[in-house]
C-alpha cells in the first residue's frame, strides 16, 4: 500500500505541475488517476488518505475547468464539498477553511452550468462559513470573507463577468484595509467602478440589479 500511495501522490504532483505548464488535458489525466487511487485507499484507510483524495479531487476540478469539462468540473466541485464535509465533521479546526473555499469553487463551477439556485446554496454556504472564520481570526479570513459576499451577491444577479471585476476591487480593499501604504493610495482609483462593470451588468429586472449592486457594494 505504502508504494500505491506513493504513486498516487506523484500522479498528484505530476496534475499541479502539468496546470502550471498549461497542459489541462494531461494534467486532468494525471489528476483522473490520483483520485481513482486515493478513492481506493480512502476505502481502506479513511483517516490516512480522504484528506489527500479531498485535495486530488480539487485539483482534478482546476484540470477540468482548463480544459473546458464544465459539466464533469462541477461534478467534482460537488466530490470535493462532500469529501470537506466528512473532513470537517471530525476536524473543523483543520478543514472549515478548505471546506468554504471548495463551496465557492462549487459555487463557480455551477454558475457556468446554468444552475444558477444551487451556485447561489453553495456561495451562500461558503459566507456563513467565512463569517465564522473572520470573528475568530479577522486578520485571515477577512478578504475571503469580503469575497464570499460579494460572489454571493453577483451569482443572485447573474453575471460573471460583473463578479470578476468586483472581486478586483475587493480584493484591493482588503489590501487598503490592512495597512498597505501603496494599496491605500491605489484604493481611490481601484473604486472607480470600472466601465466594463457597468457595461457588463445586465440583470433580468433593472431593479433587481440596482438593488443586488447597492446590497454587494454596501458590504465591502
Given at each position: 500500500m505504502r508504494f500505491?500511495?506513493?504513486?498516487?501522490?506523484?500522479?498528484?504532483?505530476?496534475?499541479?505541475?502539468?496546470?502550471?505548464l498549461e497542459c489541462p488535458a494531461e494534467g486532468m489525466v494525471a489528476?483522473?488517476?490520483a483520485v481513482e487511487i486515493y478513492e481506493r485507499l480512502a476505502d481502506v484507510e479513511p483517516e490516512a488518505f480522504l484528506s489527500s483524495l479531498a485535495k486530488s479531487t480539487r485539483v482534478l476540478v482546476d484540470r477540468l475547468a482548463e480544459a473546458g469539462r464544465r459539466e464533469e468540473g462541477a461534478a467534482?466541485?460537488?466530490?470535493?464539498?462532500?469529501?470537506?464535509?466528512?473532513?470537517?465533521?471530525?476536524?473543523?479546526?483543520?478543514?472549515?477553511?478548505?471546506?468554504?473555499?471548495?463551496?465557492?469553487?462549487?459555487?463557480?463551477?455551477?454558475?457556468l452550468t446554468g444552475r444558477q439556485q444551487e451556485a447561489?446554496?453553495?456561495?451562500?454556504?461558503?459566507?456563513?462559513?467565512?463569517?465564522?472564520?473572520?470573528?475568530?481570526?479577522?486578520?485571515?479570513?477577512?478578504?475571503?470573507?469580503?469575497?464570499?459576499?460579494v460572489n454571493l451577491a453577483l451569482w443572485k444577479i447573474n453575471n460573471v463577468g460583473f463578479a470578476r471585476e468586483l472581486n478586483r476591487l475587493v480584493k484591493a480593499f482588503s489590501a487598503a484595509v490592512s495597512g498597505s501604504a501603496v494599496d491605500r493610495a491605489s484604493l481611490k482609483e481601484a473604486c472607480r467602478l470600472p466601465a466594463a462593470i457597468r457595461c457588463s451588468c445586465r440583470p433580468s429586472g433593472p431593479r433587481d440589479g440596482q438593488r443586488a449592486r447597492r446590497h454587494a457594494l454596501s458590504r465591502l
Open positions: 500505491v500511495a506513493g504513486l498516487a501522490m506523484s500522479l498528484h504532483n505530476l496534475a499541479i505541475v502539468l496546470g502550471e489528476a483522473r488517476r467534482a466541485a460537488t466530490r470535493a464539498v462532500e469529501l470537506y464535509e466528512r473532513l470537517a465533521e471530525d476536524r473543523p479546526e483543520d478543514f472549515l477553511p478548505d471546506l468554504a473555499e471548495a463551496l465557492s469553487t462549487l459555487s463557480h463551477r455551477l454558475a447561489v446554496a453553495a456561495a451562500a454556504r461558503a459566507v456563513e462559513i467565512y463569517e465564522r472564520l473572520a470573528e475568530s481570526d479577522p486578520e485571515r479570513y477577512r478578504q475571503d470573507h469580503l469575497s464570499s459576499l
